[in-house]
């Protein structure tokens, strides 16, 4: 069995940082790749950062130059760290992992979710 497990996220003041890790426990075998995804009241879950197991990255243009994805294929954990925050980057945070439990059992995994909220 795998679980994701987010650290909190919490209140943050415009222009302030924040770090957001994901780590996976259970029986794995190997992760694919792992990313962050947020949804804002009202609207629809997206795409923030996606690493790949080579540790490709790309990101929404909403948080280029502002947040950076990385991974610790060790610890089998996902950061976002996300600096100069605005208030339009409130929102509850999801990682999302695809990996093999087995060589042949390939799946995707959602955290429970952490809630971000940005402002004065």
């Known amino acids: 069995q795998v679980q994701l497990v987010e650290s909190e996220g919490g209140l943050v003041q415009p222009g302030g940082s924040l770090r957001l890790s994901c780590a996976a426990t259970?029986?794995?075998?190997?992760?694919?790749?792992m990313a962050w995804y947020r949804q804002a009241p009202g609207k629809q879950r997206e795409m923030v950062a996606r690493i790949t197991a080579r540790h490709h990255t790309n990101c929404a243009d909403s948080v280029k130059g502002r947040f950076t994805i990385s991974r610790d294929d060790a610890k089998s954990t996902v950061y976002l760290q996300m600096n100069s925050l605005k208030p339009e980057d409130t929102a509850v945070y999801y990682c999302?992992?695809?990996?093999?439990?087995?060589?042949?059992?390939?799946?995707?995994?959602w955290g429970q979710g952490t809630q971000v909220t940005v402002s004065s």
């Open positions: 999302h992992v695809d990996l093999w439990v087995h060589d042949y059992d390939r799946r995707q995994y």
């Open positions: 259970g029986t794995i075998f190997s992760i694919a790749d």
